[in-house]
């Protein structure tokens, strides 16, 4: 089983910056992509970036250029920098990855339990 664990979410001013992480823990033993989700009040949960066991990412088209995912392999985190933010990045923010807790087993989907991230304008 994979556990994320998030963190790093809050209320800032439009314009300003916040810092998302997740920690994957728990026993598996490997982990492909992990990703950012997101979910506005009354909205469908929608991906915000992503980024391989290789370090290719992509983002969704919303927050190209203000948005910088990053990971460190050997800490098993991904990290969310988000920069210029705006009234409509609020939602609550979700960890995803997909991995597998043995060599002979297939990868599955986990997710976080979520963090908010409120922008005042």
């Known amino acids: 089983q994979v556990q994320l664990v998030e963190s790093g979410g809050g209320l800032v001013q439009a314009g300003g910056s916040l810092r998302l992480s997740c920690a994957a823990s728990g026993s598996f033993f490997s982990i492909n992509h992990m990703a950012w989700y997101r979910q506005a009040p009354g909205k469908q949960r929608e991906l915000v970036a992503k980024?391989?066991?290789?370090?290719?990412?992509n983002y969704a088209d919303s927050v190209k250029g203000r948005f910088t995912i990053s990971r460190d392999n050997a800490k098993n985190t991904v990290i969310l920098q988000m920069n210029s933010l705006k009234p409509e990045d609020s939602a609550v923010y979700y960890c995803?990855?997909?991995?597998?807790?043995?060599?002979?087993?297939?990868?599955?989907?986990?997710w976080g339990q979520g963090t908010q991230v409120t922008v005042s304008s």
């Open positions: 980024i391989t066991s290789g370090d290719s990412t």
């Open positions: 995803n990855c997909n991995a597998n807790i043995a060599a002979w087993s297939s990868m599955r989907l986990y």
